[in-house]
């Protein structure tokens, strides 16, 4: 018993005298909500990796925020050759990876090859479909050289960061996922991994042979790994953390009224929700799958259409049913605004913010389409056929699960009964889509950069389970076509337009809203300038 | 002989355990098989063809050949503790479930510390007083400390120790790595870290351990023994130290052989709360991402564990208890 009664204080004044964590001077600490699961940029990262890849590796070029436009990054600069089917790109000459192995033209090379290589799967491999060569001159003089003129093609020949082929070039291609490199990436980025703690924290160190000549200002950053919101947002009140992005919207009144030393910064963001309606009869579709996979072209015109939302009255009905200005500004307290089309990031285009609400229109139109209430229960009806549909979701999104509970509220009014249901992502995703189990989804997409609406729309997608909707229309596909292959800018936005009307004039989704982007930030680190490229823009130069 | 009669007796059990093992894995692997939908593979991209995506499924996730052999082909993969690799991040899922056991483990360890500090000086004093003002005001305590669920406590503790007051951290195992010059510093910075979460599961323990102490006090206080030591003029400490804590180590090990499986399960809250990387959050990320050969072997591994930790306690309980000694050998020998 005595022995215990030393013991107590003993152990109290170890545990006190560690030190409570807090900001430290050269040090930010930024909170992530996710672990990004590997930093292996050749396979598809979730948008937390991605933000922490960014300061380890470069690119050849950086992109501007205009989104079209690029600054110098690994090359110095890059000239078009005469008939502008080549570029040639000039590296920097003192480009060292972490280990200390130069940089050269060989690993500009050696990423083309490994991006661009079958095996490795890579989901950008469209941006360097229109490249048919790249050819290391020199150590510091790399070629590219393209099968046609696009208007991106500067996009294409940079989009994917540089790889170190001293370290790639000795793992298998099969066996690269499962390789270490994903969790001990060597980049020749700004910072170098120097920790990675499961499910804790994830340490930067300042690179001291980076190649800018503005070097890195701040000497580590430390990404804590915290999963729940509300501990984020304490976290950052408490001073534990400096820097956190995404924090939910109901969060941000508390942050601004009780703490004065927060930044709270609003940007653009890529995610946007909609309505996807299935215009498609599921049964004829499951029957007609194989021949379609033979012979789209025959059998996709075919396939029976959804006796509710394969008609485009209908769906546009729908989509005046439906407020979305109370859902962007009940939801998301105005940091979300209403979208009518699909929501592009290209040039300038203007969002149509206009809440296009007419719920009297979609009555008219659903009563001039046979939908009326014959037998007074309240719910509309055609043929003895009552216009109920079921509308499926991811569970676990909170945001999504209220829109559906507006959505019957609003449905109910003009007598549509709408069926919500809640279901495991994974199962979503791997049944209840390809196979068409749903009237409609409530989901969301992130844009691209480069618009390109041939996964989710054209028919050569059909059986893929992103073309979500059954869509076909040959016009369509034409008007996509002619997209991609626009010879410059002008064309290409001109283009875009057709695209775009033709899509929010057939209404496959109905585009809900794009939400914006939420930093949160201590006051005490100066030139933080979040972008819809990455929150932690420019990183390597805040100050504190 | 009656050693040698042990020690096969020992044998055989252990040889019992196996089989239990075999069976319980078999079920699991059925269980989990029949979950509807396929591993979600992170690296499997949309760039792919169907067809490549099948083949990639094929080779990383779920396996499309005949039940029987995928069962075969698991339970040697089981006996090598070789559980392939994670879908979502690529680590082999040995590596992912060895680094998670030990914060789980250590904070287990200290919940059942703080449940035998709390629970066993309350359970003395309700014993020796019984319905006394003193036993009253324990039992109302334990049964609040019963009824909160421990991540109440644990979000409590949160928002006073931590926020309030800022006295103890409010997440993770150990401060900013890199920072500590010894073993040693980093292991009280993991102490200071699990003091608020080991504390919140450790007052669940409390009351269970309490509730059952007391009953087990009151049999062993009311017994012959102790009123002979007693009218032996004996003290209070003496008759502690030497006649009651020793007849408490039985109870105490069947007790713990009860609650081991909430090491696994019931830390699970709390880990998430604090952001401690056990087993118990490392599961729950696994089975939203739809990681399966990380359930399997997280699964799997829990449960062996909790199968061997049983067996170790009830090794110990015969070894202190010569009575169930010889059920045991008896038992044996029947079969």
């Known amino acids: 018993m005595l022995m215990i009664k030393k013991l107590f204080p003993l152990i109290f004044l170890v545990l006190i005298s560690c030190s409570k964590p807090t900001l430290e001077k050269d040090i930010i600490t930024i909170g992530l909500g996710y672990e990004p699961e590997s930093l292996l940029p050749l396979f598809p990262l979730s948008a937390t990796a991605s933000n922490v890849k960014s300061l380890i590796f470069n690119n050849l070029l950086k992109m501007n925020e205009d989104l079209v436009t690029f600054s110098p990054e690994l090359a110095k600069s890059y000239t078009f050759s005469d008939d502008s089917l080549k570029i040639t790109f000039i590296l920097n000459s003192n480009i060292y990876w972490h280990d200390d192995e130069k940089l050269t033209s060989n690993d500009v090379v050696f990423s083309h090859n490994l991006y661009t290589n079958k095996l490795v799967g890579w989901d950008g491999l469209s941006y360097k479909q229109n490249i048919i060569d790249v050819i290391a001159i020199d150590d510091t003089t790399v070629v590219y050289i393209f099968d046609n003129k696009t208007p991106f093609m500067v996009m294409d020949a940079v989009e994917g960061v540089i790889l170190p082929k001293h370290i790639l070039s000795k793992v298998e291609v099969e066996g690269l996922f499962q390789s270490d490199f994903g969790h001990n990436p060597i980049g020749s980025g700004p910072y170098k991994l120097t920790h990675w703690e499961n499910q804790q924290y994830i340490q930067l160190e300042k690179h001291e042979k980076y190649f800018n000549e503005n070097k890195p200002s701040i000497s580590k950053i430390i990404f804590k790994i915290i999963n729940e919101p509300v501990m984020m947002v304490q976290q950052i009140m408490n001073r534990e953390i400096d820097m956190a992005s995404n924090i939910p919207v109901i969060y941000l009144d508390k942050i601004s009224q009780e703490d004065s030393n927060l930044e709270i910064v609003n940007y653009t963001g890529k995610d946007y929700d909609f309505i996807g309606w299935n215009m498609i009869d599921r049964v004829s579709f499951n029957q007609l ?200 800018i002008t064309d290409f936005n001109y283009n875009l337009d057709i695209v775009l009307d033709e899509l929010s004039q057939n209404r496959p989704y109905t585009w809900l809203y794009t939400k914006n982007n939420i930093l949160v930030y201590n006051k005490r680190i100066k030139n933080v300038e979040p972008s819809i490229i990455s929150p932690y823009r420019y990183l390597e130069y805040f100050e504190l | 002989m009656n050693y040698k009669k042990f020690i096969y007796s020992v044998l055989f059990k252990l040889f019992t355990i196996f089989l239990l093992i075999l069976l319980g894995l078999i079920l699991l692997f059925i269980l989990i098989k029949t979950i509807p939908g396929s591993s979600d593979i992170k690296y499997i991209s949309t760039a792919f063809s169907l067809e490549r995506q099948q083949e990639l499924q094929n080779i990383y996730g779920s396996d499309n050949s005949p039940i029987l052999v995928q069962l075969f082909k698991w339970m040697k993969n089981t006996v090598n503790f070789d559980f392939g690799h994670s879908t979502q991040s690529g680590l082999p899922v040995k590596q992912i479930i060895l680094s998670s056991f030990l914060p789980t483990i250590l904070l287990s360890f200290l919940a059942v510390t703080w449940g035998l500090l709390i629970g066993f000086p309350f359970a003395l004093v309700s014993a020796t007083n019984p319905g006394s003002k003193r036993d009253k005001f324990i039992t109302l305590l334990m049964v609040l400390s019963y009824s909160l669920p421990a991540y109440w406590i644990g979000l409590f503790f949160l928002q006073f120790f931590s926020y309030k007051l800022n006295i103890f951290p409010s997440s993770q195992l150990f401060d900013i790595p890199g920072i500590y010059p010894s073993l040693f510093s980093k292991f009280t910075s993991v102490l200071y870290h ?67 499986p909430l090491f696994f399960s019931g830390a699970v809250t709390i880990e998430y709360i604090f952001s401690i990387p056990g087993i118990g959050r490392t599961m729950i990320n696994a089975a939203v991402a739809r990681d399966i050969p990380l359930i399997i072997g997280g699964a799997t591994i829990s449960f062996i564990a909790i199968m061997l930790i049983n067996t170790f306690y009830d090794i110990l309980l015969v070894i202190f208890n010569p009575k169930i000694k010889t059920e045991w050998i008896n038992e044996t020998n029947n079969k």
Request: charged share 20%.
């Open chain 1, 289 to 488: 799958k194989d021949s379609i996979k033979a012979n789209p072209q025959t059998f996709i015109p075919l396939v029976e259409p959804h006796f509710l939302f394969g008609n485009k009255r209908i769906r546009e009905a729908m989509s005046l049913a439906i407020n979305k200005k109370l859902i962007t500004e009940k939801l998301f307290s105005g940091n979300a605004d209403p979208i009518n089309k699909p929501y592009v990031l290209f040039g300038t285009k203007q969002l149509n913010t206009s809440n296009q609400y007419d719920i009297s229109k979609a009555k008219e139109i659903l009563t001039e389409e046979g939908w009326i209430d014959s037998d007074g229960n309240g719910i509309l009806d055609k043929n003895g056929k009552e216009f109920k549909f079921t509308i499926y979701t991811n569970s676990g999104n909170i945001i999504r699960e209220q829109i559906l509970d507006i959505l019957v509220e609003e449905y109910g009014k003009i007598g549509i009964k709408m069926i919500p249901q809640k279901v495991e992502p994974n199962y979503l995703v791997s049944d209840i889509v390809p196979n068409k189990k749903f009237d409609a989804l409530l989901l969301g997409w992130n844009a691209g950069i480069k618009p390109d609406f041939t996964p989710l729309f054209h028919r050569s997608q059909y059986l893929h389970p992103f073309h979500l909707t059954g869509f076909y229309s040959p016009e369509f596909d034409d008007m996509n076509n002619k997209l991609l292959q626009s010879k410059n």
């Open chain 2, 194 to 260: 699990l003091f608020l979460p080991s504390l919140a599961l450790g007052l669940s323990f409390a009351a269970y351990f309490y509730k059952y102490l007391k009953t087990k006090l009151i049999d062993i206080l009311d017994s012959e023994y102790i009123l002979a030591a007693k009218a032996r003029g004996l003290s209070a400490k003496t008759i502690i130290l030497s006649h009651i804590i020793p007849n408490l180590i039985l109870p105490v090990l069947s007790l713990f052989s009860t609650i081991t």
